[in-house]
């Protein structure tokens, strides 16, 4: 079992920066893909940023292509997503997930593993 906890999360104005943390325990996550997601009101959850076990590969949504970064720190279990430039559409709850497999990937079925989510409000 592996449990994720998110942190970072806040209100920030439009324009304004923001990094979310994803901690995980239970074991580690070292040789697995770590992905972010999000979920607005009323919206259907969706793929923000993935990374594969090593770091060396990462893949971005569209919507946040060259905005947003993810990371990882394999010694602290730790994966980070810096978030620049935000928008008032950023606005979601956002998820990270653990994948039980090496290779970045952007669906969400292929994530085993959830954290509760930390809510991210950007105001115009």
């Known amino acids: 079992q592996v449990q994720l906890v998110e942190s970072g999360g806040g209100l920030v104005q439009a324009g304004g920066s923001l990094r979310l943390s994803c901690a995980a325990s239970?074991?580690?996550?070292?040789?697995?893909?770590l992905g972010w997601f999000r979920q607005a009101p009323g919206k259907e959850r969706e793929f923000v940023t993935t990374i594969s076990w090593s770091g060396g590969k990462t893949y971005y949504a569209d919507a946040v292509k060259g905005r947003f970064t993810i990371s990882r720190d394999n010694a602290k279990n730790t994966v980070y997503l810096q978030m620049n430039s935000l928008r008032p559409e950023d606005t979601a709850v956002y998820y990270c997930?653990?994948?039980?497999?090496?290779?970045?990937?952007?669906?969400?079925?292929?994530?085993?593993?959830w954290g509760q989510g930390t809510q991210v409000t950007v105001s115009s």
């Open positions: 997930a653990v994948a039980l497999i090496g290779e970045a990937t952007m669906y969400l079925s292929e994530y085993n593993y």
């Open positions: 239970g074991r580690t996550v070292s040789s697995y893909a």
